[in-house]
């Protein structure tokens, strides 16, 4: 099962050719922009105004009725803010949804619907893509957002608990751990049959699903805040040098995999066992609050072995060679030589001891004198758990303010890359990735250009002295109605008013007409005031005549 799950995510691998006729691996799914895109579209956005744009989409779908990104309206329109080189896609709150949309085909001659039932699941990630910088990654741990995250963006599944899992490196668990990894919306699968320009009606598997703009992120009050240019983002594996980290990163070599010789330790390796101890307690198997947090870790270290090399007859050959003869591993020796690798962290620090020129420690009070050497496939899931592992070290430790998720500087430019799950002919789960969508952004919640309009009709003079105050209701109780009924209803507001004679709880009501318009009046007089100093009435007020709407009729 393990064998299988690493070869799902090794790209030495290599799928069936498509063209394989009768092979089960010969429809491969290919995501592709719809069949009604233009020329430059990727994954589509559909803007709808009113609150069943499900439905609406839905039935645009099947009638034919849905367009490209940038054959819609609003694409060219809605280019409003400081920065107009793309569109502003408004929020929920303006009473604005976005739906995307992209084509799931056969990679065969022809290119048929890819059948909806072999779609394991499907979805959507938004992506942050600076003019000049990196593209980022929206990354959460332990169900908790960390924000926009910089780094190498794999084409493997964004949900690393589900990948980690299927490797092996992560134990399965009831109920499934807090999601890690990338924020996913999902997508879903809907068939519909549409004629081409020959004429020929053919089938077509659209995946399909809403584009949420929210969400927030909290960031550690010690640290801090991010910079409005974007820079101000962690990337965990520098705390490593390579190939345990990102620091000093190039491409691999076999050298970079022999992390000690004769006991004495890189100091990659100096620097990850600091981090495994001193931080994570990775040896600590009876540490219940890190035991779910560390079991990947634990895992991986309890497949690593030490090695000695020892010269031996190997098969028919004349003269001896080197044969590594392994050893304990290396989670069994973290365990007994916890105490004495703090010692040794200790000692260095007071630099009384070099790290990359000392011998670790046994554990028994000796120092070591074999070899540690690693694969690059060992090296890169160990930056990966180990980046995993310090993202919910920070998660479980933040009681930071929360940071909304998009906001609206120079370098705040998102795409939606879309992508689906599917089985292959060996089991094994895969992702492709389809086409990103064009360059959109997002408006604030406050922009004066993304609102809409909304109407309140203000009620006519003689709805103040039709009926009764039943609109609003306050409950009080005898305690607060015996001070509020000695309220005199005058300017001074003296308390000779008639009193809670009766001693008993009451209630005030006050009519919505009046509430309504006493609403109004002291919104225009608080506007009216700050003019004084802001000079914004010609911004904020609008008075226009107009004719009178069927609402207004009679009144």
Known sequence: ????????????????????????????????????????????????????????????????????????????????????????????????????????????????????????????????VPADGTPQRWMIADGQPLGWRDGEIPDHDPDEVRRLTARGLLPPRFPEPPYSGEEVAPLHALLVRRRDARGLERNHTLLWGYLPLGGSARESASAPLPQANGTEVPDFGLEHAWPLGSRDAKAWSDADGLLMTNGVATVGLIELLQTLVAQFRVEDAADNANEADNAGLRTLLGQLRFHTLEWRIVDDNVLPQPVPVHGETVLAWLERSAPALVELFARIVRREAVAGTVALPDGTGGSRA?????????????????????????????????????????????????????????????????????????????????????????????????????????LAPKSLADVLRKIAPGIDMKGDGPGNRCGACWSFSFSLPAITLCAMLMLMVVINMLNLFLGWLPWVFLALPRLCLKALKGK
């Open 370 to 474: 074999d070899r540690l050497f690693i694969s690059e496939q060992q090296a890169a899931d160990l930056r990966s758990l180990v980046a995993l592992r310090t993202g919910r070290a920070q998660v479980r430790f933040d009681d930071g303010l929360p940071l909304p998720r998009y906001t609206q500087t120079d370098g705040d430019r998102f795409v939606a890359v879309p992508f689906v799950r599917w089985e292959d002919d060996c089991g094994c789960e895969r992702v492709t990735w389809g086409p990103a969508s064009r360059v959109f952004r997002v408006a604030s919640p406050l922009d004066p250009d993304a609102q809409r309009p909304t109407t309140v009709v203000l009620p006519s003079l003689d709805d103040f002295k039709r009926g009764a105050a039943r609109g609003v209701a306050m």
């Open 1 to 128: 099962m393990l064998t299988s799950a690493l070869l799902a995510e090794k790209p030495l691998r290599a799928l069936q050719p498509a063209g394989t006729a009768g092979a089960k691996g010969a429809h491969q799914p290919r995501v592709v922009a719809p069949y009604f895109a233009g020329d430059g579209d990727g994954l589509t956005l559909h803007r709808y105004f009113d609150e069943d744009f499900v439905a609406r989409f839905l039935n645009d779908a099947q009638v034919g009725r849905l367009t490209g990104t940038a054959a819609q309206p609003w694409y060219r329109d809605d280019r409003f803010g400081r920065y107009r080189n793309e569109p502003a896609l408004r929020l929920p709150m303006h009473r604005s949804f976005y739906l995307v949309c992209c084509e799931v085909q056969c990679a065969v001659p022809g290119t048929p619907a890819f059948d909806p039932k072999k779609v394991r699941s499907a979805g959507l990630v938004v992506r942050r």
